[in-house]
């Protein structure tokens, strides 16, 4: 793919790209908006107990379409037969019921089956709401009705609460609340670090392209295949934070580049046909990561992987597209203003790492040995709570107290025991036998059995179990009945309800993650291995990423299943880990740290390709790459959190997990362990066997933009030579000279004479940066074209000249 190209045509049409940018949104905004979405929560799996189960309670009770959701009251005084009780309940159920959209309701005063939603001691009853259509489907207006309905019925003594699926979406903040966070967030973020507005907009800008567009094109994709209610959360997640780093590296290379003397267009080809083809190959890694959710056969993942890489795509195609566009509106202005006017007082600059990030470089390359041992034992630490990792499902027991959701959960709990929020149906082909029945009602952990009338030729025993649908007890139940109960009546039976299905989800995504963990890593491995012609470094990334995913694991663990933290941040009640959520966390995980080493290693690939020398190829790169690393990774770190708003539980847990698993990835993996891992095994990063070596296809991540073109007659190696003089004419000695190519890699450096005489030896012919630096005296940079034979070149120095180099 010719980059440099399609990089100045859309710089050159900046006003068509913008063009047809706002169309797609616009266009695909308004089909989105009238075709409405059409999400499919479907968590089941083939070929097991509760899948099966599920096929059968289809096939008795079809007509069941409609979400149930729940209505419970508690009485302070008295009980809820009590008249002065009934009188305000009543009135309330039987407007309810006349709302259009609601099919049933069934309330506790309907005879000998309503008396069972009464509790032992009459202070707690429930009814049960049955809509027309899926929660999903459900207009808002109408469960808000609902809720109000219900809850003004309620005060002076008597308590009334809402649960279920429906009732929930009237708690969501309002859509979009945690992508605005996060991009404001980011916003200060990219301020501090650019000090422009139009370069902060920039990144901004384009991640709301891939997103929106995304987001949209995902609403449509759901009318035709099936797309879970999550997937366009995570989508919007990850697209929000590939999409803003990717712009950042690009803007970055690009303002680098008009700081160094080039126009606009220029720096704005260079930095796509290098930072550019660099994202591209990162866009593909994710892309590739989380394709590998395909390998789990889970079949509720597929519409994940496709709101996902389709987001992360679209983010890479207005990252090459609609950002050079924009870098063309804006010109000079993606610079501060005291950058233009640095720039335009002193000339253009070329300058190495300085500052604190080369300071920890030097840091890590003298003391390896103790930094990579502090890093793993932190890590090792993280890590540890991931040992106790649980995985099952997350309900209504774990919003926060102040939700009606967790207090009518709550209720039901104290009224009827933990077992009602999360009743278990154990269905049997014909008529159940008695055998089964009575052995179910003596099975230890069973609180209730009630057997429903044969239907369809399927019976349905509906069992509250006596413990809470995550407690661990009622897996074991779930264990006996189909281990030893159902077995021994000589019957078969299937045990069905929403527990059964994610303790099913757990125990085959548990069996499926070690296949789903290998493609994953091998698939990196490849890419890297091609990319960097070397054996250590992807073996290196390969052991990282798992250590990563363990640290991340260990914090997750940590603040949902043991709790810590939760009411800080406001997450609710801690519980299991969601089941499907480590294979989504872990695909996302290995695309963003693939992300990190790309950008990482690069640099020092390719300056050992230059110098052959790894101490400096590793001191460079990291010095070079590590603020942007580190700056896109604070970005990402403050979207991933904001998710925390979401309102959703998964979507928090995914949020908090990739954001731990960034900061730890960027600030002690790329920054220190991984350094520091390379600096020990010294030249061997590099080795690939000869014979590998000439199967390999090339890749190349980044041209070589360094290599200035020569001809024959041009010959190869010259110099520079001339004189450091002071504005008087007057020698500086001392002066540190240096040589640097158009992007600043540093090719030779040399200290003036007494006289102030120097010389500096070019590889071949080209145009190359020359600055000279003195303590007394300033520095200066200035742009030498130099052929095949050497150039003169005298420097002057000013006392109190901007420092161009360091």
């Not at 924009?326 to 335009?344: D, E, N, Y």
Request: aromatic share 6%; hydrophobic share 50%; charged share 15%.
């Amino acid at each position: 793919m010719n980059v440099a190209a399609l990089a100045r045509w859309c710089f050159r049409h900046r006003l068509v790209v913008l063009v047809v940018w706002v169309g797609a949104l616009f266009g695909l905004g308004f089909t989105a908006t009238s075709a409405g979405t059409d999400y499919a929560n479907v968590f089941s799996l083939p070929n097991t107990d509760s899948k099966t189960a599920y096929d059968l309670m289809e096939k008795a009770f079809p007509e069941r379409a409609g979400d149930t959701d729940t209505v419970v009251w508690k009485t302070d005084d008295g009980t809820v037969r009590d008249d002065a009780v009934r009188s305000r309940i009543e009135p309330a159920l039987a407007e309810i019921s006349r709302m259009d959209g609601v099919g049933e309701v069934a309330g506790p005063y309907q005879g000998e089956r309503g008396a069972a939603q009464i509790s032992r001691d009459g202070s707690i009853a429930y009814a049960q709401i049955t809509f027309r259509e899926q929660a999903n489907a459900i207009p808002k207006e109408l469960v808000e009705d609902v809720v109000d309905t219900a809850q003004a019925a309620g005060g002076d003594g008597l308590q009334v609460e809402l649960g279920g699926q429906a009732i929930a979406r009237t708690q969501e903040p309002p859509a979009g609340t945690a992508e605005l966070v996060g991009i404001i967030a980011a916003a200060v973020v990219l301020f501090l670090a650019f000090g422009s507005l139009f370069a902060m907009l920039l990144p901004l800008v384009v991640a709301i392209a891939g997103v929106g567009t995304g987001m949209l094109a995902t609403m449509l994709l759901s009318h035709v295949t099936d797309v879970p209610e999550v997937a366009p959360l995570l989508g919007s997640l990850i697209g929000l934070g590939v999409g803003i780093d990717y712009a950042l590296f690009i803007v970055t290379r690009h303002r680098r580049g008009i700081l160094r003397g080039a126009e606009p267009e220029d720096a704005a080809v260079t930095s796509l046909n290098t930072s550019g083809r660099a994202v591209l190959f990162a866009g593909g890694t994710v892309c590739i990561a989380l394709a590998g959710m395909l390998v789990t056969n889970l079949r509720f993942l597929d519409g994940v992987v496709i709101a996902t890489s389709l987001t992360v795509v679209l983010s890479v195609l207005a990252a090459i597209t609609l950002l050079p566009a924009l870098l063309g509106l804006f010109g000079m202005k993606v610079l501060s203003r005291r950058q233009r006017r640095r720039l335009a007082a002193s000339g253009p600059e070329s300058e190495e790492a300085s500052g604190l990030a080369a300071r920890w470089s030097a840091t890590v390359q003298k003391r390896p040995r103790s930094i990579a041992a502090l890093a793993l034992v932190v890590m090792a630490v993280l890590a540890l709570p991931v040992l106790s990792i649980r995985l099952g499902a997350t309900d209504q027991g774990n919003h926060q107290d102040s939700t009606t959701t967790r207090q009518a959960y709550d209720l039901l709990a104290e009224g009827f025991g933990p077992g009602v929020n999360g009743p278990l149906q154990v269905v049997v082909e014909g008529p159940a036998p008695a055998s089964l029945i009575s052995g179910i009602e003596d099975t230890e952990g069973v609180a209730q059995v009630a057997a429903a009338p044969t239907a369809n030729g399927v019976s349905v025993i509906n069992v509250v179990p006596t413990t809470s649908p995550q407690s661990e007890e009622t897996d074991l139940l779930i264990d006996r009945l189909r281990d030893d109960v159902i077995p021994g009546a000589g019957v078969e039976a299937h045990v069905g309800g929403v527990t059964a299905v994610f303790k099913d989800f757990a125990a085959v995504t548990g069996d499926r993650l070690p296949y789903f963990v290998a493609t994953i890593i091998a698939l990196g491995f490849l890419l890297l291995l091609v990319a960097f012609r070397s054996l250590v470094v992807p073996l290196t990334a390969a052991l990282m990423n798992l250590i990563a995913a363990a640290a991340s694991f260990g914090v997750l663990v940590a603040i949902f299943q043991w709790g810590w933290g939760t009411d800080l941040i406001g997450v609710g009640k801690e519980g299991p880990i969601t089941a499907f959520l480590p294979v989504i966390m872990l695909s996302l995980l290995f695309g963003l740290s693939m992300d990190y080493q790309v950008f990482l290693v690069s640099r020092m690939h390719e300056e050992w390709v230059h110098t052959k020398d790894n101490a400096r190829a590793v001191r460079v790169g990291l010095a070079e790459t590590s603020r942007v690393i580190n700056c896109a990774a604070l970005i990402m770190i403050c979207v991933f959190s904001a998710f925390v708003l979401s309102g959703d539980m998964e979507g928090a847990m995914a949020g908090i997990g990739l954001a731990a698993a960034v900061a730890l990835d960027a600030f002690i993996l790329r920054t220190a362990l991984v350094p520091a891992a390379m600096h020990l095994l010294g030249n061997a990063n590099w080795w690939l066997p000869a014979g590998l070596d000439k199967r390999l296809p090339h890749l190349a991540v980044e041209p070589r933009e360094d290599a200035p073109e020569k001809t024959a007659a041009e010959g190869g190696a010259s110099a520079i030579h001339g004189y450091v003089r002071t504005a008087d004419g007057a020698p500086v000695a001392d002066a540190a000279v240096t040589l640097l190519s158009r992007s600043g890699r540093q090719l030779d450096r040399v200290t003036s004479l007494a006289d102030g005489s120097y010389i500096v030896s070019v590889p071949s012919p080209g145009s190359y940066v020359l600055s000279a630096t003195a303590p007394d005296h300033g520095s200066r940079a200035r742009h030498v074209a130099v052929d095949a034979e050497p150039v003169v070149f005298d420097v002057e120095l000013t006392e109190g000249e901007v420092d161009a180099v360091n």
